[in-house]
């Protein structure tokens, strides 16, 4: 069974940087694509970033990608998220996901089949 443990968390001024990780077990992490999204209250759960097999194939939601930059160590079995230049707007609840591995990422919440429990990212302005 897979198991998704996020860390990273807090309260940040905007402007500030923090990293998130996401510890996978209880499969083979590389034959996984894995993901980032968040929620924020009242709000649906969006997709923020995701990463394939390998470091070099990612995919970001517009509103991110010149902040936020994913990647893993498959060695590790650890995925990260790091994320510059904070925004109050960024705060939400921060998800990782996996799913199989697939010749295309997705930003779908249906496509994902494993979930952590979430951490809190907080920025304050």
């Known amino acids: 069974q897979v198991r998704l443990v996020e860390s990273g968390g807090g309260l940040v001024q905007a402007g500030a940087d923090l990293s998130l990780s996401c510890t996978f077990s209880?499969?083979?992490?590389?034959?996984?694509?894995m993901a980032w999204f968040r929620q924020s209250p009242g709000k649906e759960r969006v997709f923020v970033a995701a990463?394939?097999?390998?470091?070099?194939?990612?995919y970001y939601t517009d509103s991110v990608k010149d902040r936020f930059t994913i990647s893993r160590d498959n060695a590790k079995n650890t995925m990260y998220l790091r994320m510059n230049s904070l925004k109050p707007e960024d705060t939400a609840v921060y998800y990782c996901?996996?799913?199989?591995?697939?010749?295309?990422?997705?930003?779908?919440?249906?496509?994902?089949?494993?979930w952590g429990q979430g951490t809190q990212v907080t920025v304050s302005s």
């Open positions: 996901a996996a799913k199989w591995v697939g010749s295309t990422l997705h930003a779908s919440t249906s496509m994902y089949t494993y």
């Open positions: 209880g499969s083979t992490f590389s034959d996984h694509d």
């Open positions: 990463i394939g097999w390998s470091d070099s194939n990612t």
